[in-house]
């Protein structure tokens, strides 16, 4: 793969970042059961984040966070309440 940052693109999707995602899903799986957002709600907020220009290679440029960080807990929203 080009090691090059992909616009629009999750972390889970970029092989360069291998190490940084594998430190990603520890996090994910450390987040307790009753704060977690539901699967579908999540897979919801990414597909939405995979279309807004803000996702610079798994970043949110409004925030700084990693999308798949701030979607993963339910009471977390969207910067600018897209989600
Ligand atoms: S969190 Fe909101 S502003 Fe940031 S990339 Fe996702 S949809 Fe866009």
Redesign the pocket.
Known sequence: MENRKCVRCLMREMAEQAGEYINLQQYLDQIDAQERTPEELYENRLS??KE?D??LAGM????GCY?EL?AAVEKQS???R??
């Open positions: 939405t984040c807004c803000m996702l949110c440029r409004h925030c999308v701030r969207c910067p600018v897209k989600w």
